[in-house]
């Protein structure tokens, strides 16, 4: 496999691409009877290299997208565009922290300058550091505006502007959360900055529907990624056992699984779903207002 880096950016395509390439990305679905939901479309996903955002690539990439994913680390981002790339996809890794503004637009800049457009944003890059009322600090407080809130923003801007310019269709989808509604106490920031998210969806979304852009929230629960763990026994003491514990708790029996929501996304950013836009969908198994 062939690689070449730029400006922060490593480029990874099977070899003999097109033809093999689609064959490999496509087989799968006819021999499902179905075609592809997303073919070759360009998407972009922020925080795309690990839980979440790696799911809903190898879910992209699946239904036949041109995947281009961001990150802060470069080994997992890599990784991952050369995994996809031996599985038929043509994978650009761009290494940005898009919590500073100027990383988030070059992002979008270097997946333009590989792929001539950009056809699909999904917002998957999050902070869930903890913080109450009483104790967040000024600091903690940015950092979750600009993770979880400007991110987002500016990446859709450079999005959009580039959608606008072509005068073309396109489809992002923003990560939010349940917390959103009213959420724990101990994630006051978080919860403001996933609030905002959702009121930036529903703004955006009517600013840019004659634009024929489609922009849609989805408000995600309790789910089970290796980030998750990673805070479950960094912030309140988990054992091995949680995950059967939380899953106990639960009324479907289980935490919400990556693949399942990767699917969901996908379907958001193709033409599957239709007119929808600015909607803010809550994807739980816990239901707004309701007491047992």
């Known amino acids: 496999m062939s690689k070449t880096e730029r400006r922060g950016t490593a480029w990874a395509e099977e070899p003999g691409t097109s033809h093999e390439g689609r064959r490999r990305r496509y087989g799968a679905l006819e021999a499902a009877g179905r075609p592809a939901l997303l073919p070759d479309r360009v998407v972009l ?10 799911g809903i690539a190898g879910a992209a990439a699946r239904e036949g997208a041109l995947v281009a994913v961001s990150g802060r680390r470069r080994e997992p981002g890599e990784a991952l565009a050369a995994e996809l790339a031996a599985a038929g996809t043509k994978a650009l890794f761009v290494q940005a922290d898009v919590a500073d503004v100027a990383q988030a637009q070059a992002c979008v800049a270097a997946v333009i300058a590989e792929f001539g457009r ?53 489809t992002i989808v923003n990560i939010g959360s349940t917390s959103a509604h009213v959420g724990q106490p101990y994630l006051a920031p978080y919860v403001a900055a996933k609030a905002g998210l959702a009121g930036l969806t529903r703004n955006a979304a009517h600013a840019h529907r004659w634009d024929k852009i489609r922009i849609n929230n989805l408000n995600i629960g309790w789910t089970d990624t290796a980030g998750e ?24 029996g289980k935490l919400g ?16 779903s239709g007119v929808v836009t600015g909607s803010v969908i809550d994807w739980d198994q816990n239901l707004l207002g309701g007491i047992d």
């Open 118 to 170: 950009v056809d699909s944003l999904v917002n998957a890059a999050g902070l869930t550091a903890r913080g109450t009322l009483l104790d967040t600090t000024p600091d903690l407080f940015d950092a979750h505006i600009a993770v979880n809130l400007k991110a987002p923003f500016f990446l859709m801007q450079a999005v959009a502007a580039d959608l606008v310019a072509r005068q073309a269709p396109g």
């Open 229 to 252: 763990d990673a805070t479950q026994r960094r912030f309140h003491s988990a054992g091995d056992d949680w995950r059967a514990k939380a899953s106990a708790s639960l009324p479907m």
């Open 45 to 54: 996903i922020s925080g795309g290299t690990a839980g979440l955002g790696a």
């Open 257 to 272: 699984q990556v693949d399942e929501i990767a699917d969901f996304v996908v379907f958001l950013l193709s033409d599957r």
